[in-house]
């Protein structure tokens, strides 16, 4: 279902580790912690199409835009448009399915309680 993964930053080609460090106010913890958010999204959309857990989504999602306000915050953004593009189309995918899903939910609850 997704093929865009967002990315942070630094794992763009070209980009040089100390190229940015002195500016940096996320830290290691975060960015790996944003790798594993966009990974994990990933994985719970790809899940979900296949029919599995669908609480999954919702929670990867909502950290992942977490992590992706402190990135916007610290300035990340300003110099990866490609991340920011992945990311913002992760997200978009995940509130999709999320949306999809409440208006599947609706319409089953409808004719469920107009039957009884």
């Not at 942070?8 to 975060?30: C, K, L, M, Q, Y």
């Not at 994990?40 to 609480?55: E, I, T, V």
């Not at 999954?56 to 593009?85: M, N, P, Q």
């Not at 992760?90 to 409808?110: P, T």
Request: no cysteine.
């Amino acid at each position: 279902m997704s093929n865009s993964v967002a990315r942070f930053p630094n794992d763009r080609p070209g980009s040089a580790e100390g190229e940015t460090a002195g500016s940096r106010s996320v830290s290691a913890i975060d960015e790996q912690a944003f790798v594993d958010a966009s990974d994990k999204l990933s994985r719970a959309l790809d899940q979900a199409a296949a029919g599995r857990q669908h609480g999954d989504i919702v929670a990867a999602r909502t950290r992942l835009r977490e992590l992706a306000v402190k990135l916007r915050d610290a300035g990340y953004w300003r110099t990866d448009k490609h991340g920011l593009r992945a990311t913002v189309s992760l997200l978009w995918q995940a509130d999709r399915y999320v949306s999809e899903l409440a208006l599947k939910s609706d319409q089953e609850q409808k004719p469920r309680g107009s039957a009884e």
